[in-house]
């Protein structure tokens, strides 16, 4: 059965979401990644746009942005399509861990950048490095 919520409700829902609007104000490190082939969120109107709140917020010191050329949104177009499209997985780890070092131990990430295209016979599948070459 689905209900309406009452007037009380909505409002402490509409508190409870505002920290996690869209305004690029973070108070915590963070990591975007996004495929430069990523059809589902184009780049240039999510991943980049949010990348220039954060900037604009003041708070470029506390987020790393990697673009990662040939990456998509959907790891599974991947096999049927390993020559146009790289898989996201293997970055999303690596930028985990890299989160993990960054708000634990205070270890600085990379700057962000555009992770380019990885070299031919690459292990794209198990690997995938942050570091600006």
Not at 5 to 23: F, H, K, M, N
Not at 92 to 116: E, I, M, N, R
């Amino acid at each position: 059965m689905i209900t309406r919520q009452s007037g009380a409700r909505r409002a402490s829902s509409r508190t409870a979401a505002t920290p996690l609007s869209l305004t690029g104000r973070i108070g915590r490190p963070l990591i975007t990644l996004q495929g430069t082939l990523d059809t589902l969120l184009p780049i240039s109107k999510s991943g980049d746009v949010y990348a220039k709140m954060v900037g604009d917020a003041g708070r470029g010191d506390l987020h790393r942005y990697y673009r990662i050329t040939d990456g998509t949104h959907a790891d599974g177009l991947f096999k049927p399509f390993p020559e146009p499209v790289r898989p996201m997985s293997p970055c999303l780890k690596t930028a985990f861990d890299a989160l993990t070092a960054w708000a634990a131990q205070g270890a600085t990430p990379p700057p962000s950048h555009t992770v380019p295209k990885a070299a031919a016979g690459s292990d794209t599948v198990n690997s995938c490095s942050l570091q600006h070459l």
